[in-house]
Protein backbone atom coordinates (compact mmCIF):
# COMPACT_ATOMS: atom_id res chain seq x y z
CA UNK A 1 0.00 0.00 0.00
CA UNK A 2 1.00 3.67 -0.80
CA UNK A 3 2.75 5.88 2.43
CA UNK A 4 -0.06 8.58 3.03
CA UNK A 5 1.28 11.83 1.08
CA UNK A 6 1.52 14.17 4.26
CA UNK A 7 2.99 17.99 3.18
CA UNK A 8 4.41 19.61 6.59
CA UNK A 9 4.15 23.34 5.84
CA UNK A 10 6.38 25.12 7.79
CA UNK A 11 6.28 29.02 8.31
CA UNK A 12 8.76 31.37 9.69
CA UNK A 13 8.86 31.70 13.42
CA UNK A 14 11.71 30.28 15.86
CA UNK A 15 9.09 27.36 17.05
CA UNK A 16 10.24 26.20 13.31
CA UNK A 17 12.76 24.09 14.54
CA UNK A 18 10.45 22.05 16.66
CA UNK A 19 8.52 21.01 13.29
CA UNK A 20 11.90 18.86 12.65
CA UNK A 21 10.22 16.72 15.53
CA UNK A 22 7.16 16.40 13.74
CA UNK A 23 8.74 15.54 10.39
CA UNK A 24 10.90 12.70 12.30
CA UNK A 25 7.63 11.09 13.98
CA UNK A 26 5.48 11.07 10.35
CA UNK A 27 8.47 9.66 8.95
CA UNK A 28 8.78 7.22 11.71
CA UNK A 29 5.49 6.32 11.39
CA UNK A 30 5.19 5.39 7.74
CA UNK A 31 4.28 8.61 6.31
CA UNK A 32 5.90 10.15 2.87
CA UNK A 33 6.30 14.00 4.24
CA UNK A 34 6.75 16.70 1.49
CA UNK A 35 7.71 19.39 3.29
CA UNK A 36 7.04 23.09 2.12
CA UNK A 37 8.81 25.74 4.07
CA UNK A 38 8.09 29.74 3.48
CA UNK A 39 11.35 31.48 2.29
CA UNK A 40 11.50 33.14 5.99
CA UNK A 41 10.91 29.75 7.24
CA UNK A 42 14.52 28.96 5.93
CA UNK A 43 16.01 31.48 8.06
CA UNK A 44 15.09 29.22 10.80
CA UNK A 45 16.33 25.75 9.49
CA UNK A 46 17.58 25.38 6.51
CA UNK A 47 16.29 23.39 3.06
CA UNK A 48 19.03 20.53 3.95
CA UNK A 49 17.96 19.56 7.17
CA UNK A 50 13.95 19.77 5.73
CA UNK A 51 15.43 17.69 2.53
CA UNK A 52 17.88 15.10 4.69
CA UNK A 53 14.85 14.28 7.42
CA UNK A 54 12.06 13.97 4.87
CA UNK A 55 14.20 12.03 2.00
CA UNK A 56 12.02 14.71 -0.55
CA UNK A 57 13.32 17.84 -2.67
CA UNK A 58 12.21 21.19 -0.71
CA UNK A 59 11.54 24.31 -2.52
CA UNK A 60 9.90 27.52 -1.26
CA UNK A 61 8.74 28.91 -4.76
CA UNK A 62 6.56 27.55 -7.71
CA UNK A 63 9.92 28.35 -10.08
CA UNK A 64 11.76 24.72 -9.33
CA UNK A 65 11.01 22.25 -11.21
CA UNK A 66 8.56 23.72 -12.96
CA UNK A 67 7.56 20.84 -15.71
CA UNK A 68 6.50 18.99 -12.20
CA UNK A 69 4.10 21.49 -11.94
CA UNK A 70 4.63 21.64 -8.41
CA UNK A 71 2.46 24.28 -7.25
CA UNK A 72 -0.84 22.18 -8.25
CA UNK A 73 0.27 18.55 -8.02
CA UNK A 74 1.70 18.72 -4.60
CA UNK A 75 -1.64 19.85 -2.85
CA UNK A 76 -3.47 18.04 -5.14
CA UNK A 77 -1.83 14.37 -4.05
CA UNK A 78 -2.03 14.90 -0.07
CA UNK A 79 -3.96 13.08 2.21
CA UNK A 80 -3.18 15.68 4.82
CA UNK A 81 -1.40 18.71 4.66
CA UNK A 82 -0.54 20.34 8.11
CA UNK A 83 1.01 23.59 8.45
CA UNK A 84 3.48 23.91 12.28
CA UNK A 85 4.34 26.16 12.51
CA UNK A 86 1.92 28.61 10.81
CA UNK A 87 2.54 31.71 11.77
CA UNK A 88 -0.03 35.29 11.84
CA UNK A 89 1.69 36.42 8.29
CA UNK A 90 0.92 32.16 6.81
CA UNK A 91 -2.64 31.91 8.14
CA UNK A 92 -3.51 35.63 6.53
CA UNK A 93 -2.72 34.76 3.10
CA UNK A 94 -4.06 31.46 3.81
CA UNK A 95 -7.69 32.50 5.01
CA UNK A 96 -7.70 35.44 1.86
CA UNK A 97 -6.31 32.90 -0.88
CA UNK A 98 -3.18 34.40 -1.64
CA UNK A 99 -0.94 32.13 -3.61
CA UNK A 100 2.38 33.92 -3.84
CA UNK A 101 4.70 31.06 -2.79
CA UNK A 102 4.47 27.06 -3.05
CA UNK A 103 3.17 26.62 0.29
CA UNK A 104 0.15 28.59 -0.26
CA UNK A 105 -0.56 27.34 -3.92
CA UNK A 106 -0.54 24.05 -2.02
CA UNK A 107 -2.95 24.99 0.70
CA UNK A 108 -5.47 25.98 -2.19
CA UNK A 109 -5.20 23.15 -4.88
CA UNK A 110 -5.13 20.88 -1.61
CA UNK A 111 -8.21 18.75 -1.15
CA UNK A 112 -7.66 16.43 1.57
CA UNK A 113 -7.98 18.18 5.35
CA UNK A 114 -5.47 20.42 6.41
CA UNK A 115 -4.27 21.45 10.27
CA UNK A 116 -2.71 24.39 11.28
CA UNK A 117 -0.99 24.70 14.39
CA UNK A 118 -0.27 28.74 15.03
CA UNK A 119 2.76 30.05 17.05
CA UNK A 120 3.35 33.68 17.19
CA UNK A 121 3.40 36.38 20.28
CA UNK A 122 0.12 36.83 22.25
CA UNK A 123 -0.64 39.99 20.67
CA UNK A 124 0.00 38.77 17.52
CA UNK A 125 -2.28 35.70 18.23
CA UNK A 126 -5.42 37.92 19.91
CA UNK A 127 -5.30 40.61 17.22
CA UNK A 128 -8.83 40.65 15.57
CA UNK A 129 -7.31 40.58 12.42
CA UNK A 130 -5.59 36.99 13.36
CA UNK A 131 -8.42 35.53 15.33
CA UNK A 132 -11.15 36.76 11.92
CA UNK A 133 -8.27 34.95 9.79
CA UNK A 134 -8.68 31.77 11.97
CA UNK A 135 -12.49 31.51 12.31
CA UNK A 136 -12.36 32.13 8.47
CA UNK A 137 -10.12 28.82 8.25
CA UNK A 138 -12.30 27.21 10.78
CA UNK A 139 -15.31 27.92 8.90
CA UNK A 140 -13.99 26.62 5.20
CA UNK A 141 -13.03 23.80 7.57
CA UNK A 142 -9.41 23.56 8.63
CA UNK A 143 -8.30 22.50 12.18
CA UNK A 144 -6.47 25.12 13.59
CA UNK A 145 -5.23 23.96 17.11
CA UNK A 146 -4.99 26.85 19.64
CA UNK A 147 -1.41 27.76 20.89
CA UNK A 148 -0.17 26.46 23.91
CA UNK A 149 0.75 28.66 26.86
CA UNK A 150 3.76 29.22 28.26
CA UNK A 151 7.31 30.23 27.39
CA UNK A 152 7.75 32.27 23.70
CA UNK A 153 10.54 33.54 21.86
CA UNK A 154 12.21 35.64 24.74
CA UNK A 155 12.08 35.92 28.84
CA UNK A 156 8.16 36.40 28.01
CA UNK A 157 5.27 34.03 28.45
CA UNK A 158 1.72 33.67 27.66
CA UNK A 159 -0.79 31.98 24.91
CA UNK A 160 1.05 31.37 21.61
CA UNK A 161 3.39 28.78 21.42
CA UNK A 162 3.44 25.75 19.36
CA UNK A 163 2.24 22.62 21.48
CA UNK A 164 4.31 19.94 21.89
CA UNK A 165 5.56 18.10 18.59
CA UNK A 166 4.07 14.87 19.55
CA UNK A 167 0.46 16.25 20.84
CA UNK A 168 0.73 18.08 16.89
CA UNK A 169 1.26 14.54 15.57
CA UNK A 170 -1.57 13.01 17.12
CA UNK A 171 -3.97 15.80 15.80
CA UNK A 172 -2.53 14.64 13.00
CA UNK A 173 -3.04 11.04 12.79
CA UNK A 174 -6.49 11.24 13.88
CA UNK A 175 -7.54 13.87 11.20
CA UNK A 176 -5.83 11.18 8.87
CA UNK A 177 -7.74 8.13 10.17
CA UNK A 178 -10.81 9.99 10.01
CA UNK A 179 -9.77 11.42 6.26
CA UNK A 180 -12.66 13.89 6.42
CA UNK A 181 -12.25 17.39 5.16
CA UNK A 182 -15.04 18.64 7.15
CA UNK A 183 -14.81 18.46 11.00
CA UNK A 184 -17.93 17.21 12.40
CA UNK A 185 -17.27 19.54 15.61
CA UNK A 186 -16.23 22.52 14.55
CA UNK A 187 -17.32 25.58 16.00
CA UNK A 188 -18.68 23.29 18.85
CA UNK A 189 -17.26 24.03 22.47
CA UNK A 190 -16.90 20.59 24.68
CA UNK A 191 -16.01 20.00 28.02
CA UNK A 192 -13.98 16.64 29.32
CA UNK A 193 -13.16 15.89 32.84
CA UNK A 194 -10.42 13.43 33.29
CA UNK A 195 -8.62 11.47 36.12
CA UNK A 196 -9.14 10.97 39.67
CA UNK A 197 -10.08 13.41 42.55
CA UNK A 198 -7.84 13.52 45.71
CA UNK A 199 -9.93 14.07 48.76
CA UNK A 200 -7.35 15.37 51.66
CA UNK A 201 -7.42 14.00 55.21
CA UNK A 202 -4.73 16.31 56.11
CA UNK A 203 -1.89 18.36 54.08
CA UNK A 204 0.34 15.04 53.39
CA UNK A 205 -2.68 12.07 53.16
CA UNK A 206 -5.79 11.67 50.90
CA UNK A 207 -8.54 9.66 49.64
CA UNK A 208 -8.30 8.90 46.32
CA UNK A 209 -8.53 5.97 42.86
CA UNK A 210 -6.71 4.38 40.49
CA UNK A 211 -8.25 6.84 37.64
CA UNK A 212 -4.79 7.40 35.00
CA UNK A 213 -7.03 10.02 33.48
CA UNK A 214 -5.80 8.14 29.88
CA UNK A 215 -9.40 8.02 28.89
CA UNK A 216 -10.31 11.64 28.86
CA UNK A 217 -7.51 12.21 27.51
CA UNK A 218 -8.19 10.21 24.72
CA UNK A 219 -11.51 12.13 24.34
CA UNK A 220 -10.17 15.69 24.90
CA UNK A 221 -7.47 14.67 21.79
CA UNK A 222 -9.82 13.26 19.55
CA UNK A 223 -12.65 16.07 20.16
CA UNK A 224 -9.63 18.68 18.97
CA UNK A 225 -8.75 16.67 16.08
CA UNK A 226 -13.06 17.01 15.14
CA UNK A 227 -12.59 20.78 14.83
CA UNK A 228 -13.88 21.65 18.73
CA UNK A 229 -12.73 23.84 21.37
CA UNK A 230 -12.04 21.62 24.14
CA UNK A 231 -12.00 22.23 28.07
CA UNK A 232 -10.51 19.24 29.63
CA UNK A 233 -10.87 19.72 33.71
CA UNK A 234 -8.19 17.20 34.82
CA UNK A 235 -8.13 15.89 38.01
CA UNK A 236 -4.54 14.51 39.59
CA UNK A 237 -3.30 13.69 36.41
CA UNK A 238 0.29 14.60 36.37
CA UNK A 239 2.57 13.18 33.92
CA UNK A 240 0.22 12.97 31.08
CA UNK A 241 1.23 15.59 28.72
CA UNK A 242 -1.43 18.15 27.77
CA UNK A 243 -3.51 17.83 23.99
CA UNK A 244 -2.48 19.62 21.56
CA UNK A 245 -5.31 23.01 21.40
CA UNK A 246 -7.22 22.02 24.59
CA UNK A 247 -7.19 24.34 27.19
CA UNK A 248 -6.40 22.12 30.46
CA UNK A 249 -7.79 23.05 33.68
CA UNK A 250 -6.16 21.64 36.25
CA UNK A 251 -8.43 20.23 39.81
CA UNK A 252 -7.36 18.01 43.14
CA UNK A 253 -10.99 17.68 44.86
CA UNK A 254 -14.46 16.37 43.91
CA UNK A 255 -15.74 20.10 44.84
CA UNK A 256 -12.88 21.89 42.64
CA UNK A 257 -14.07 19.69 40.11
CA UNK A 258 -17.41 20.65 40.08
CA UNK A 259 -16.92 24.35 39.95
CA UNK A 260 -14.56 24.08 36.95
CA UNK A 261 -17.11 21.68 35.09
CA UNK A 262 -20.09 24.08 35.81
CA UNK A 263 -17.87 26.91 34.75
CA UNK A 264 -16.61 25.88 31.98
CA UNK A 265 -20.28 23.60 30.76
CA UNK A 266 -22.19 27.30 30.93
CA UNK A 267 -21.28 27.77 26.95
CA UNK A 268 -20.36 23.68 26.39
CA UNK A 269 -22.59 21.74 23.82
CA UNK A 270 -21.23 18.58 25.42
CA UNK A 271 -19.79 18.20 28.99
CA UNK A 272 -18.18 14.00 28.88
CA UNK A 273 -17.55 13.29 32.64
CA UNK A 274 -14.76 10.71 32.50
CA UNK A 275 -13.76 11.61 36.04
CA UNK A 276 -13.49 9.07 38.28
CA UNK A 277 -15.43 11.88 41.21
CA UNK A 278 -14.61 10.46 44.90
CA UNK A 279 -18.24 10.37 45.89
CA UNK A 280 -17.42 10.75 49.10
CA UNK A 281 -14.55 12.72 51.34
CA UNK A 282 -13.39 13.10 54.83
CA UNK A 283 -16.15 14.83 56.93
CA UNK A 284 -13.24 17.01 58.45
CA UNK A 285 -9.87 17.97 57.37
CA UNK A 286 -6.94 18.03 59.64
CA UNK A 287 -4.97 21.47 59.10
CA UNK A 288 -1.73 19.34 60.71
CA UNK A 289 -0.50 16.03 60.06
CA UNK A 290 -2.69 13.51 61.75
CA UNK A 291 -0.49 11.69 64.38
CA UNK A 292 -0.49 8.16 66.21
CA UNK A 293 -1.23 8.04 69.67
CA UNK A 294 0.28 5.77 71.48
CA UNK A 295 -1.81 2.84 72.80
CA UNK A 296 -4.87 4.24 71.56
CA UNK A 297 -6.34 2.73 68.75
CA UNK A 298 -6.40 5.31 65.68
CA UNK A 299 -9.97 7.93 65.13
CA UNK A 300 -12.44 6.23 62.69
CA UNK A 301 -12.80 8.54 59.56
CA UNK A 302 -16.01 9.89 58.91
CA UNK A 303 -17.06 10.75 55.63
CA UNK A 304 -19.50 13.33 54.04
CA UNK A 305 -20.79 12.92 50.58
CA UNK A 306 -19.66 14.90 47.17
CA UNK A 307 -22.12 16.81 45.17
CA UNK A 308 -23.42 14.43 41.96
CA UNK A 309 -22.28 16.68 39.31
CA UNK A 310 -22.85 14.72 36.37
CA UNK A 311 -26.51 14.22 38.03
CA UNK A 312 -26.46 17.94 38.83
CA UNK A 313 -25.47 19.25 35.23
CA UNK A 314 -27.88 16.87 33.73
CA UNK A 315 -30.67 18.10 35.60
CA UNK A 316 -30.17 21.39 34.71
CA UNK A 317 -28.75 21.94 31.51
CA UNK A 318 -26.92 24.85 30.90
CA UNK A 319 -28.15 25.46 27.80
CA UNK A 320 -30.89 23.56 25.75
CA UNK A 321 -29.51 20.97 23.56
CA UNK A 322 -26.82 20.49 25.60
CA UNK A 323 -25.40 16.66 25.22
CA UNK A 324 -24.07 15.18 28.43
CA UNK A 325 -22.16 12.11 28.62
CA UNK A 326 -20.97 9.70 32.05
CA UNK A 327 -18.95 6.66 32.56
CA UNK A 328 -19.79 4.20 34.65
CA UNK A 329 -18.01 1.55 35.65
CA UNK A 330 -19.57 -1.90 36.90
CA UNK A 331 -18.48 -5.32 37.88
CA UNK A 332 -21.82 -7.47 37.78
CA UNK A 333 -24.91 -7.35 36.10
CA UNK A 334 -23.39 -4.44 34.09
CA UNK A 335 -26.07 -3.57 31.57
CA UNK A 336 -28.92 -3.70 33.97
CA UNK A 337 -26.96 -1.57 36.48
CA UNK A 338 -25.91 0.78 33.74
CA UNK A 339 -29.41 1.17 32.70
CA UNK A 340 -30.61 2.11 36.19
CA UNK A 341 -27.60 4.39 36.40
CA UNK A 342 -28.38 6.37 33.47
CA UNK A 343 -31.89 6.82 34.33
CA UNK A 344 -30.75 8.09 37.85
CA UNK A 345 -27.66 10.42 36.81
CA UNK A 346 -30.38 11.55 33.53
CA UNK A 347 -27.48 12.18 31.20
CA UNK A 348 -28.17 11.63 27.66
CA UNK A 349 -25.35 8.74 27.35
CA UNK A 350 -23.80 6.48 29.30
CA UNK A 351 -20.90 4.55 28.85
CA UNK A 352 -20.68 1.55 31.03
CA UNK A 353 -16.94 -0.71 31.45
CA UNK A 354 -16.77 -3.85 33.33
CA UNK A 355 -13.36 -3.70 35.42
CA UNK A 356 -12.34 -6.44 37.47
CA UNK A 357 -11.52 -9.00 34.62
CA UNK A 358 -9.28 -7.00 32.27
CA UNK A 359 -8.01 -4.34 33.13
CA UNK A 360 -9.54 -0.14 32.43
CA UNK A 361 -7.52 1.86 34.97
CA UNK A 362 -4.04 2.75 33.57
CA UNK A 363 -4.33 0.68 30.56
CA UNK A 364 -4.42 1.76 27.17
CA UNK A 365 -7.23 -0.29 26.51
CA UNK A 366 -10.96 -0.32 27.11
CA UNK A 367 -13.81 -1.84 26.13
CA UNK A 368 -17.64 -0.67 26.80
CA UNK A 369 -20.84 -0.39 26.12
CA UNK A 370 -22.68 3.22 25.19
CA UNK A 371 -26.48 3.01 26.42
CA UNK A 372 -28.82 6.16 25.13
CA UNK A 373 -31.24 7.31 27.53
CA UNK A 374 -33.28 6.76 23.86
CA UNK A 375 -33.19 3.29 24.55
CA UNK A 376 -30.14 2.90 22.23
CA UNK A 377 -26.89 0.39 23.03
CA UNK A 378 -23.63 0.80 20.66
CA UNK A 379 -21.32 -2.06 21.79
CA UNK A 380 -17.23 -1.00 21.41
CA UNK A 381 -15.11 -3.77 21.52
CA UNK A 382 -11.86 -3.70 23.51
CA UNK A 383 -9.36 -1.48 21.40
CA UNK A 384 -7.84 1.33 22.11
CA UNK A 385 -9.13 4.20 24.46
CA UNK A 386 -9.16 6.82 21.01
CA UNK A 387 -11.22 4.25 19.72
CA UNK A 388 -13.86 4.48 22.19
CA UNK A 389 -13.28 8.32 22.16
CA UNK A 390 -14.16 8.93 18.45
CA UNK A 391 -17.64 6.42 19.08
CA UNK A 392 -18.28 8.79 22.00
CA UNK A 393 -17.67 11.60 19.37
CA UNK A 394 -19.59 10.20 16.90
CA UNK A 395 -23.19 9.82 19.09
CA UNK A 396 -22.71 13.15 20.27
CA UNK A 397 -22.34 14.70 17.02
CA UNK A 398 -25.54 12.93 15.60
CA UNK A 399 -27.22 14.53 19.46
CA UNK A 400 -26.14 17.76 18.52
CA UNK A 401 -27.17 17.51 14.65
O1 LIG B 1 -22.15 6.98 40.52
P1 LIG B 1 -20.88 6.70 39.82
O2 LIG B 1 -19.67 7.23 40.53
O3 LIG B 1 -20.71 5.28 39.37
O4 LIG B 1 -21.03 7.53 38.45
C1 LIG B 1 -19.99 7.68 37.56
C2 LIG B 1 -20.26 8.88 36.68
O5 LIG B 1 -20.73 9.96 37.46
C3 LIG B 1 -19.00 9.39 36.03
O6 LIG B 1 -19.35 9.97 34.79
C4 LIG B 1 -18.50 10.44 37.02
O7 LIG B 1 -17.69 11.40 36.38
C5 LIG B 1 -19.80 11.02 37.55
N1 LIG B 1 -19.75 11.45 38.96
C6 LIG B 1 -19.99 12.77 39.28
N2 LIG B 1 -19.99 13.18 40.59
C7 LIG B 1 -19.79 12.31 41.58
C8 LIG B 1 -19.58 10.95 41.27
C9 LIG B 1 -19.55 10.56 39.96
O8 LIG B 1 -20.18 13.57 38.38
N3 LIG B 1 -19.81 12.72 42.83
Redesign the pocket.
Known amino acids: MDKPKVVLGVSGGIAAYKACELLRRLTESGHDVRVVPTASALHFVGAATWSALSGNPVSTEVWDDVHEVPHVRIGQQADLVVVAPATADTLARAAHGLADDLLTNTLLTARCPVVFAPAMHTEMWEHPATQENVATLRRRGAVVIEPAVGRLTGVDTGKGRLPDPGEIFEVCRRVLARGVTEPDLKGRHVVV?AGGTREPLDPVRFLGNRSSGKQGYALARTAAARGARVTLVAANTTGLPDPAGVDVVPVGT?VQ??EA?LKAAADADAVV???????FRPATYAAGKIKKKDGQDPDPIVLAR????????SADRARPGQVI?????ETDDVLANGRR?LER?G?DL?VVNEVGERKTFGSEENEAVVLGADGTEIPVPYGPKEALAETVWDLVSERLR
Open positions: SALRVMAAAVADNPDILAEIVGFAAKKCL
